[in-house]
C-alpha cells in the first residue's frame, strides 16, 4: 500500500515537473510590420495604442538583434505613458545613431492588464 501511494506521488512530481517546464516563457514573438527608420536620426518612438481591447498597460523589456546576439536596451530608451499611448523613446545617446543602437530587429514586451504579458517583433528597415 506504501509503495502504491509513493509512487503515485512521485509520478504526480513528475506529471508537474513536466508541465511546468513546458509552459516557460518561450512564446514566440508576434512579428509586427517593420520599422522605416533613417539610419542617422538620434531617437525612435514604439508606441502602442492603449485603447486595444486587451487594455495594455505598460511597455516591459525592450531587446535589440544585431548579428543573432540579443541586448536588452530597455534602459537605453525612455518610457512615456500618455491618456491613450504607451511609448517608449530609444534615444541613441550611447551611440552614433538609432542603427547602432537597435541592430536588425527589435523585440519588446508588452504587459496587460489581465496580467498577460506578449512579446512582439519589429524588422528594422533603414531608409534615408
Excluded: H, Q
Excluded at 10 to 15: K, Q
Excluded at 115 to 121: C, S, T, V
Aim: net charge positive.
Amino acid at each position: 500500500m506504501k509503495k502504491a501511494i509513493f509512487s503515485i506521488i512521485i509520478s504526480l512530481i513528475l506529471v508537474l515537473t513536466v508541465t511546468g517546464c513546458s509552459n516557460s516563457s518561450k512564446e514566440k514573438p508576434i512579428k509586427k510590420s517593420a520599422l522605416e527608420i533613417n539610419p542617422t536620426s538620434k531617437a525612435v518612438n514604439i508606441t502602442i495604442n492603449k485603447k486595444e481591447n486587451n487594455k495594455p498597460e505598460k511597455i516591459g523589456k525592450v531587446y535589440r538583434y544585431k548579428n543573432n546576439n540579443a541586448k536588452e536596451i530597455t534602459n537605453d530608451g525612455i518610457k512615456k505613458d500618455t491618456k491613450d499611448t504607451l511609448i517608449w523613446k530609444g534615444v541613441a545617446n550611447k551611440y552614433d545613431n538609432v542603427k547602432d543602437l537597435l541592430g536588425e530587429s527589435i523585440l519588446y514586451e508588452v504587459k496587460y492588464k489581465n496580467g498577460d504579458i506578449k512579446k512582439f517583433e519589429r524588422k528594422i528597415k533603414y531608409t534615408e
